[in-house]
């Protein structure tokens, strides 16, 4: 284990808005750095509510929440929560600010950074997700996707360690979804980020590392995501559906076709499915 | 034929300002019974189209039929109560479209002003729900302490109850887990299937459409790209993917495959078990060959 | 249809009324309410006039975007001309309605008072249009910096106008969805008789109010996650900075104030 560092380690935490209701009970798991995890499951899993515990925004009612070594406390907090970024469902009710600039701006005014650096990370981050062009618009003329970018870069101009996606694509298009996934796949690779995705997105899930099912306000299960999505059970149990072409390829097996594993969820079936297809 | 759109443009007010959404030159023609998708990115124009279709909005140039109806340009604006009862439509986020505090109440919003007693109100609110596949017990529930799919299913049974001949639906599977996505897809196909209604559905999620969908229409910036089966469709992918709409897998995966096979003629095997019967007749017919020459 | 989104919303057009400092621009809107109040005669109301124009003219947004911002106001004004011209009884009879009597002064006060108003609420709309909300804001807490001396917190009041200046369209915007989305069931607002108009709008209040908030509470979660505390420290991303051409700019509405009160009381 050397070398890995945690940047989550829940101890049986649990969490009821109204004591007879408990939402979540006894969840027990930790984050390595600098991985992606989707965490999924049914309406009224606790999914969302985990979320909300993992960025700080509720307290648990028992239990731990170990935040890259530092218990998550009241006394604590002013510490912890720069270091972690959310990013919401609905484009429209995050954006702050009056145009993208004052957007991506007002988490640094909350750091006091001085005005330069502010400057410098504005156009920085703008130019990473490619929104530079848009920094004086007003969110009403901004797409669903746009809107979503400028989510994204004003968390991470505030240079967060962990990011949380609550359901970030599921108001988008398929266009603005793919982009979204893009600029995920990015910050993984760079391996910059811890990140947490809530979501119903196969494309999603398979790009991630690994796959937290919650069910019933406990982990149902804690697999891959090729673990998960031959799962039939396990699939129904959250309402998911695999993507594509891992159905195909348990259509195919069911008649007798042997097909090894994809390496990848690539659309190019040419370079995967098809030597299979052929050399037998 | 039930809706027909001639050369339709419709440009919002202040249009220097708002050009999001606006429509060029749109022809158009449903049959009645269809089960129709609309795609494309948003901002192509699909809710303005959806919005034509019971005078919501009028075209600012051309002319829209709609049964009797006629909406033309510079016309004046016909009476439009009994436009609206025949096309029900379903707007995108249940949360606009409900408002009483109880399932049966919002049920019988629709039938009430369009002239139904009290109690052919309620029998139609009853019915409308168990067409969506909720019982009697939702009647008296809050509908804002429904659960997403819940919800969208009451807003869908809300239009029902009015009995329209046309239903027609914006996103309706937005922000709903894959599952109740199926689910709702399906609930629109016997929709079509038992009841004979004419369904119009704008969707950028096409692959959860496409086993029962008859037409397709693509938008793109405000002009009408594609019209056509799902098997045209997928022949003209590479063009409109090329023009930039996010076609689903499926469709790709048939291309690629039928490239190989030189299947490019026959009908396209869109769902996975009809992929998977098609692969598996090919590779038969592949081995026996090959066993043959060897 | 969308002219309402045009409350609340900024028109860049890069003028150099957009670049004047938002803190004398809020100074200037204050001196012209006065301006405006004291505006009692036909003459006052035609300088009120041509230095307004000369204003709006020079923010190079077009005439009609005013125009726009003033219309759904229309019925206030209608009701101002009507109680002013009926109740000031000055001048030669001009009409008798039933037991009520027009007099030409009544008739002069009440067209003033309209066309005032029509002016200030059209006027009022450079600010919104010229200056974006954030900075408007910026500008609103620098103006009532003065009052944390006598204890009161501007804060809570400058972030409490950010946010309804930021959600207003948003929320007008959606009252419309809904709205359409009762039209497409058979309760059109235009064909309606006024009794169920009135039924109807308070049926929109639910969906409505539901939204809104459902809306401020998501807005609140992210503003939280983006390290927002009220009252905490912050520093600012938009430095004002006070040039002469702001004191100028006042200046030119001292002199209105100045010449419209002499017109008056002189």
Redesign the interface.
Known sequence: MEGTKLAYDLQQVSFAYEPEHPVLSDVTLSITSGSWVSLVG???SGKSTLAKLLGGLLAVNAGKIIVEGTPLLRETASLIMPRIGMVF?NPDNQFIGATVEEDIAFGLEGQCLPRVEMVSRVQQYAEKLGIQHLLSKHPSEL???QKQRVAVAAILAMEPAIIIFD?AS???????R?ELLHILRDMRSNGDYTMVSIT?D?EEIMASDRVIVLRDGTVAADVDPDTLFSDDALL?S????A???I??I???E??G?KVPPFPNAD????GTL?PL??N? | MAITFQQVSFA???KN??RHGALEDIDLKINEGEFVAIAG???SGKSTLL?HL?G?LMPTTGKVQVFDVIMSAGEKTPK??EL??RV??V?QFP???????TVEKDLC??PL??GSSKVEAKEQASKALSMVGLDDSFLERNP?HL???QMRKVAIA??LA?DPDVIVLDEPT??L????R?ELAELLYRLRRDQGKTVIVVT????EMLPYVDQWIVMQDGRKTFQGSAAELTREALKLEAS???L???I??WN??AT?FGLEMEEPCLT??A???R??RV?QV??TAEGGGG | ???K??FGRS?DTGSWVHSVDPRAKLTGMVLYLIALLVVNSWVALGLATVFSLAYMVSTRIPLKYYAKAAKPLWVLMVFIFVVQSLSIKQGTVLWHIGSWELYSGGLSSGLIAALRMTLLVSFTAILTFTTTPGLLNQGLSGVLKPLRKVGISAERLTLMMGIALRFIPTILD?TH??M?????????MK?LPWKEKGRLLV??L??VT??AF?RAEELVLSMESRGYIVGAPRSEYHLLSWSKRDTGFILSYVMLVAIIVYLRFI
Not at chain 1, 170 to 176: G, V, Y
Request: one cysteine or more; charged letters at 25%; glycine letters at 8%.
């Open positions: 049914a309406n009224g469902q797409s669903g996707g359901e599921s108001m988008l298009d398929e266009q603005a793919g119903h196969a129904n959250c309402r998911l559906i993507p594509y072409h159905r195909l348990q259509e195919l069911r008649r076709i659309k190019e079936v040419e098809w297809l052929f037998k | 919002y007010d202040a300002l708002w990115a948003s901002g919005q019971n919501i439009l109560t609206r009862r029900g439509l707007f949360e606009h479209q409900l408002f009483e505090d919003f629709g002003n369009f804002f659960s997403g799919g809300t239009v009015m937005a922000t887990d894959p599952q109740s199926a950028h999620r096409m692959e930039g709409l996010a689903p897998s499926c790709s995966y690629q495959i190989r996975v078990e992929l998977a019967e692969l598996e590779l592949h081995d | 249809m969308r002219n989104l045009l028109i959606e969805k809904i359409k989305a009762q039209a497409a069931r058979g309760a059109d064909e049926s929109l639910v969906p539901v939204g459902r």
